[in-house]
């Protein structure tokens, strides 16, 4: 007889950051040009090899990183409201002016944290954002939908979702990358 073993057994791997949260990152190292912004933190939710992800924004321009550890294993534990959750005390005990997420992760696409996140701490959102514009504590948020564009409003503090067309991240310079690699990022665990 025969048979397959369909138990593929998984490799460990480079962890990289999604795209869509590449551009959160890059909007915020423009706010913070901008003086919009006074830090940057970026945060990652996983096992250990999770702080590559973090040590790639601080590499772009965050100023430090909170990586929250999951066990190994339990990543698949990690649904959108888990992570609204995780987020949501995280700006309790921050107070940060706005968050910006990636509109979705792309592993299951599920475009929901950022919605669950607005309404877990009572914020406003902006999700799917293609522009931003900062004016006098409110931010203008350009949206694509079908039929073309919407421009909306919010106060801050304000939850935001990046899309791809916000803008076009920056690569890490070597000088930048090798600062990451040496910079402390502090652990949190789930509780």
Same mark, same amino acid.
């Given at each position: ?71 190994? #294993?339990?990543?698949? *534990? ?5 992570? !609204?959750? &995780?987020? $949501?005390? /995280?700006?309790?005990? =921050? ?51 079908? #039929?073309?564009?919407? *421009? ?5 503090? !304000?939850? &935001?979702? $990046?899309? /791809?067309?916000?803008? =076009? ?23």
């Amino acid at each position: 007889s025969s048979g397959i073993n369909a138990e593929w057994p998984l490799r460990p791997g480079k962890h990289s950051m999604n795209p869509f949260d590449e551009n959160a990152v890059e909007e915020a190292v423009r706010m913070k040009q901008k003086k919009i912004v006074k830090e940057i933190i970026a945060v990652s939710c996983g096992p250990t090899q999770s702080q590559e992800t973090i040590r790639t924004a601080l590499a772009m321009g965050a100023d430090r990183g909170i990586h929250v550890e999951v066990p190994k #294993g339990t990543e698949a *534990d990690l649904q959108p409201l888990a992570v !609204a959750k &995780i987020f $949501a005390k /995280l700006i309790e005990k =921050e107070q940060p002016d706005v968050v910006i997420l990636g509109k979705q992760a792309i592993d299951d696409d599920a475009n929901q944290t950022t919605q669950l996140l607005a309404g877990l701490v009572d914020w406003p959102q902006g999700t799917m954002a293609s522009a931003l514009e900062h004016s006098d504590g409110q931010l203008k948020i350009t949206r694509e939908i079908d #039929g073309g564009l919407e *421009d909306i409003k919010v106060k801050l503090p !304000a939850i &935001i979702s $990046a899309d /791809l067309r916000l803008n =076009e991240p920056r690569y890490a310079t070597l000088p930048n990358i090798m600062k990451a690699k040496k910079k402390k990022v502090p652990t949190a665990t789930l509780r």
